[in-house]
């Protein structure tokens, strides 16, 4: 599983952000989803996601574990880049959409509609998502409610946005 979409979707900046109003979600998509146990699962790339009721929420990705150059596997896990950012979900119909939410002078370039599109599966639950460059993956919903202190970074920028 690759994740070139996460790539475009970093350019992150500590500028102000803006964010349109957003559907209220079902409590079936609100909560923790993620493509492994944490974004350290593993030796591949994960991601995660984390929704609240208004559809405000953080997307998270960590690139792959290093591996040594010589080949040689000696059991330590390796270190990993893991950046987020803030997004908004909506909801139409059975199709959840997660765009990240740019700053102010970014809003209006070809970055500004980016996002991955998901569909709920009760079984499992999952979300079956594929991003902007059709790269698809698989979502386990891992909490019905998203980590206190995720809930406190979201707060921290959704003040930027009052």
């Known amino acids: 599983m690759r994740f070139t979409w996460l790539s475009l979707l970093l350019l992150s900046s500590s500028a102000p952000l803006a964010a349109s109003a957003a559907d209220v979600l079902p ?3 609100i909560g923790t989803w993620g493509t492994g146990s944490s974004l350290y699962d593993g030796a591949s790339q994960q991601a995660e996601i984390y929704l609240l009721a208004d559809g405000f929420g953080m997307m998270a990705g960590s690139t792959a574990a290093a591996r040594r150059m010589d080949g040689i596997d000696d ?3 390796g270190p990993r880049a893991i950046i987020g950012f803030p997004v908004q979900a909506t909801l139409d119909r059975n ?3 997660v765009r990240r939410l740019l700053p102010k002078e970014q809003q209006g370039s070809k970055k500004d509609g980016m996002g991955i599109s998901c569909q709920y599966e009760s079984e499992g639950p999952k979300l079956a998502c ?4 059709g790269v698809s993956m698989m979502m386990t919903r891992r909490s019905e409610s998203v980590a206190k202190e995720i809930v406190l970074n979201i707060a921290e920028i959704r003040t930027s946005f009052q």
Request: net charge negative.
């Open 95 to 97: 199709s959840l959409s």
């Open 27 to 29: 409590d079936y998509l």
């Open 130 to 133: 594929a991003g902007p460059d």
């Open 75 to 77: 059991g330590k896990p």
